[in-house]
Each structure stands twice: as structure tokens, then as C-alpha cells.
């Protein structure tokens, strides 16, 4: 088989490579290899200021993307190697593709704890969430070990179920912010959610027993979940008299798992969440650093992702950063002529923007994947393009906890030294602000709860204004600072 464009993964990257390539091409075939029978479509977007966007993620069948983009084709393989050289990719049934250029998007797999333990879940596409409702579905006690995204939504969702959330940090969530919002957030930890009930769903949910799949079909399953993954999602556990019971072990990490006999044999002593001996039985026992033991009924780990390059780096010479992800230049390029990486499996190898800095993140992979497209297209016609303007600033906007958060910049003061200051403005129950000032301009912020300062802050960020003299006023809430700076 030949083509001019190849895109491997059927994420966020992928997809949204693969549609921006039938836009800009509407004459050339576009292949798009995944190995699962779902695709994640983009619906629902909308850009909230210059860098900041929202969208929520749809699984579609594969066939979807075809429907709406016919010079797409869709292969559900596997891939077993990459022939950067030659410009030939071979996929699991031994057929070989031969492109002209290729974006690789396979995003990242979950780094657990212990892979090879039949009571340690990782929680990264749609099989994972399956089978994680399925065993919360009878559980009494679960542990979730991480301090990401996905860590805060689980604590949040789950209940009927006692939680006990194991982090290594001094504050909850300090992937995305700093221990003042960790505070903020502490104090909805335990209490009763809002009720989704009569509210519509926001997307259409796929799942991959809706599609047919043979019985000896091993390939792995799905790409990374989308910013609305848990949203209308069943999570509750056996323990009915239980909205939220959520315990925080801090600056921990796991030391060891044991089975039921392992434990009784170790001379061990189990705790309940109060600290008392415990009377109960469970199939596991975590012991965590700071010499506790908990039974549980399983252990989620939600430690973070790490690049998934396997299978293309053998026989190949790609040049990996230091977290092993795939390292391309401002055009997205790799080190191996002709072919691209977006998302989660590649790591941006040119110098940033002040402002901006590399996460994992949905929206990330979604820009990262219409770029690439856009890169593959202009060098294909031999043009070079300026590196896109969403790569000026950081911006993301997520929700935890029920609340609204965006995040903007060096919003927690990455890469600042100690040459910085902090001005806040905290609502408990409302909002939590925070900005990151140096020499008197913005460097970042984090704005939690509905502000409506996104957009007068990105400004802020990107035009550098010397703030000095309205310092003392800029989170005054009785002046509307969008006036003051129009």
C-alpha cells in the first residue's frame, strides 16, 4: 500500500492531525492507522480567548471519521515496526505501508505501580474506565495513588466507597496547582456532590462492547480520555451510606503490596481510616512510606504517563528528551526525515515562549496534531511556516472538584527562581485567584471558580504591561479590572 500521508493513533493528536490533513488536502488519501475500534472526534469546541480553548471529546466508531472526512481511510492494526529510512511502516498482519510523510500520535501508557499486579488498575482509555466501574462496583475501599488530573477527578466521582488518596506531595493536585488552590479544594473533599440527575448528558458515549470486535482481537485498546471522561459516569461503590469519605495521605508513597496471606504471615498491623486496628479482610494490603497499612479491594494507579514509542525506535534513530519522549523541532519534525510526532509521545525540542510550557494535556495534543498536519502540508509544498500563536502562552481550562479551572502561564511560577511575587484573592466556596508577578508583569495565574479574568489576564501575560502602579488594585473585586486595562 502507498500514501502520501500517514497518521499513526486514533487520540486526540491523531485524529485532529488526520482531519486537518483532509482539510488542507482534500485531494490526496490520508491513512490513519489505530489500533482500537474508537476514535476520539473533537465536538463542541469553542476558543475562549487568543490561546484558551474548550472542547469536549466524543468515541466514535472508527467508520465516523470516514463519514465525515472521505479522503480518510481508517485502519484498525496494530503497528509492529517503523522503517524510517525506507519509508515503510509494517502493521501486525505483516502489511506494509509505504508513505511519504507520517505524524506519529500515539500518545502515552500508564506508568503503574505494579504492572503485574491483578489488583492494581491503571485508569487511561475507555477499557480502563470499564473495567475500573466494574470493580468499584463491588468494592468497599479503594486506594488512588497520584496527584494528576485524573487522580482529582477519580477522588471527586467516586462514591458509595471509601477513598483513601495516596500523594508524594505536601498539597492535593500540585500537578496543576499550588498549595493555597490544594487548601481551596481540601474543603470539597468530603462533601455531598450536586445531583447529575435530569441533566443531559454532553456527548454521545461509545463503548467498545458497541462495537464488534472478533474474539482473538488482542490489540491494545484506546487513546488517552478526553477532558470530560468522567462526566455521567457511574462510579459508586457497595457502601450506600456513603456519599464521600475521602482520607489524604500526604508525602507518602506505596512501599508494598501484599496479598491476604503475605499480610497475616508479615506480623503487620492494618489500620481503618481512623487509625484503629481493623477487623476486616481484604484481598490486598497497601503499606505506604509512612508505615501505615491499609486493606482495600484494589489500587488505582494514576501515576502519570510515559511516552509510548515502542515499536518505532528499533532500527531507527530518534533523538528522545530526557522524560523519553520523542523530541521534534518547532516544524514537529523528528530526527528521521519525513516523519512527525504530536501529542503525548513527542517532547517540544525547540526553545519556548516565554510563557509557554509543555504538559500532557488534551488540549495540547489537540493543538500539537492541527499543527503537525499543517507543518507536513507546507513542507510537502516546500514552504515553512511560523511556529502557531497557541504556542505563545500556556492556557488550559479543566474543571475539579465542581470548579472551574483555567491556568495561564507560569502559573506556578515555573521556572522563576525565587524572583517572583504572589498577589490572591480567596472566596472561600467561590473562587480562588492567584497571579504570578515579576518586576511587575505578569508571568502567570491560576483562576479558580467563575472569574471572567481569562481573558484580560492572557492580555496581561502576553503584552507584558508593567502593572506597578495598580499593583494594590488589580484583584480588587469592587473594580472591573477588563475596563481598567481596555
Not at 281 to 295: F, Q, R
Request: hydrophobic share 35%.
Amino acid at each position: 500500500m502507498m500514501t502520501k500521508y500517514v497518521v499513526v493513533g486514533g487520540g486526540i493528536a491523531g485524529v485532529t492531525c488526520a482531519e486537518t490533513l483532509s482539510s488542507l488536502c482534500p485531494e490526496d488519501e490520508i491513512l490513519l492507522i489505530t489500533a482500537s475500534p474508537l476514535i476520539k472526534a473533537i465536538t463542541n469546541y469553542k476558543k475562549i480567548t487568543k490561546t484558551l480553548e474548550e472542547f469536549d471529546v466524543e468515541e466514535r466508531p472508527n467508520i465516523s471519521l470516514q463519514s465525515k472526512c472521505e479522503n480518510v481511510k481508517v485502519v484498525q492494526k496494530s503497528v509492529r515496526s517503523l522503517d524510517a529510512k525506507s519509508h515503510v511502516l509494517r502493521l501486525d498482519d505483516g502489511q506494509e505501508v509505504v508513505y511519504q510523510k507520517i505524524c506519529l500520535c500515539t500518545g502515552g501508557k500508564p506508568k503503574l505501580i505494579a504492572d503485574k499486579n491483578p489488583y492494581v488498575i491503571g485508569i487511561r482509555d475507555t477499557e480502563s474506565v470499564q473495567e475500573f466501574q466494574k470493580r468499584l462496583s463491588t468494592a468497599r475501599r479503594v486506594m488512588v495513588v497520584g496527584n494528576g488530573g485524573i487522580a482529582t477527578e477519580l477522588v471527586y466521582e467516586i462514591e458509595g466507597c471509601e477513598v483513601i488518596w495516596a500523594i508524594k506531595d505536601k498539597s492535593i493536585s500540585s500537578t496543576f496547582v499550588d498549595p493555597g488552590a490544594g487548601e481551596f479544594f481540601m474543603a470539597e473533599l468530603n462533601k455531598e456532590k450536586e445531583t447529575q440527575e435530569g441533566k443531559p448528558s454532553k456527548r454521545l458515549k461509545y463503548t467498545v462492547d458497541d462495537i464488534k470486535i472478533s474474539e482473538s482481537d488482542n490489540t491494545p485498546i484506546g487513546g488517552a480520555l478526553g477532558p470530560d471522561w468522567s462526566a455521567d459516569l457511574s462510579m459508586t461503590g457497595t457502601q450506600e451510606q456513603i456519599s464521600h469519605c475521602v482520607t489524604v495521605e500526604k508525602c507518602v508513597e506505596v512501599r508494598t503490596i501484599l496479598t491476604k496471606q503475605e499480610f497475616e504471615e508479615s506480623g503487620k498491623r492494618c489500620c481503618d481510616l481512623s487509625g484503629n486496628p481493623d477487623q476486616g479482610s481484604w484481598p490486598i494490603y497497601i503499606e505506604l512510606t509512612n508505615d501505615k497499612v491499609y486493606g482495600c479491594d484494589f489500587l488505582v494507579s494514576a501515576t502519570g504517563v510515559v511516552p509510548n514509542t515502542a515499536p518505532f525506535l528499533p532500527g531507527n534513530q530518534f533523538l528522545l528528551a530526557d522524560d523519553s519522549g520523542i523530541r521534534v523541532d518547532d516544524m514537529m519534525r523528528t530526527s528521521e526525515k519525513d516523519v512527525y510526532a504530536a501529542g503525548d509521545v513527542c517532547t517540544a525540542g525547540w526553545e519556548p515562549a516565554k510563557h509557554w510550557l509543555q504538559m500532557r494535556l488534551w488540549s495540547q495534543a489537540r493543538q500539537m496534531g492541527a499543527y503537525s498536519a499543517q507543518c507536513m502540508v507546507a513542507d510537502m509544498q516546500g514552504q515553512r511556516i511560523s511556529l502557531d500563536f497557541c504556542f505563545e502562552v500556556f492556557a488550559h481550562v479543566t474543571k475539579f472538584f465542581n470548579y472551574k479551572v483555567i491556568l495561564l502561564g507560569k502559573f506556578n511560577a515555573q521556572g522563576l527562581g525565587r524572583d517572583y511575587e504572589i498577589l490572591l484573592r480567596v472566596t472561600k466556596g467561590l473562587e480562588y485567584v492567584k497571579v504570578v508577578l515579576r518586576d511587575g508583569r505578569m508571568e502567570g495565574a491560576i483562576l479558580i471558580g467563575e472569574t471572567d479574568l481569562e481573558e484580560t489576564f492572557e492580555n496581561l501575560i502576553l503584552n507584558q504591561t508593567d502593572l506597578t502602579p495598580f499593583k494594590d488594585h488589580l484583584l480588587d473585586p469592587d473594580i472591573d479590572i477588563e475596563d481598567f486595562f481596555d
